[in-house]
């Protein structure tokens, strides 16, 4: 467990280092008033920026596990870890069905 949370806050720390780098390639290459050879040198390294480095890699890891099966938009746990919150009745009016 101790290697996983140490494996996310690396993997938050990564993005959150090429966040400020990405939003600005971003705008450069979408901005019509640049010349085409600099938006299209903006696209390209933004296509050599690794992939794990960007918001929607983060948003669907689970917090507790860092599974990539994430339950749904409203939480941020993956389905199994979910379903062992609220059989320990952790989480707040929800219950299963079959109780």
């Known amino acids: 467990m ?20 990405r939003f600005v ?12 050879l600099i938006r299209w ?15 929607t890699y983060l948003s669907n890891l689970c917090i507790l596990t ?9 939480t941020n746990f993956s389905r199994i870890t979910f379903l062992k919150l609220v059989h320990r009745k952790k989480i707040c009016n929800i219950y299963k069905s079959s109780w």
Do not use: G, H, M, T
Request: aromatic share 8%; charged share 45%.
């Open 2 to 21: 101790i290697k996983l949370r140490e494996r996310d806050k690396k993997i938050r720390k990564n993005i959150y280092e090429f966040e400020k780098k």
């Open 25 to 36: 390639l971003k705008i450069i290459s979408q901005n019509q008033n640049f010349f085409s």
């Open 66 to 74: 860092v599974n990539k099966k994430k339950f749904n938009k409203l």
């Open 41 to 55: 040198k903006a696209k390209s390294k933004l296509n050599i920026l690794p992939r794990k480095s960007s918001k």
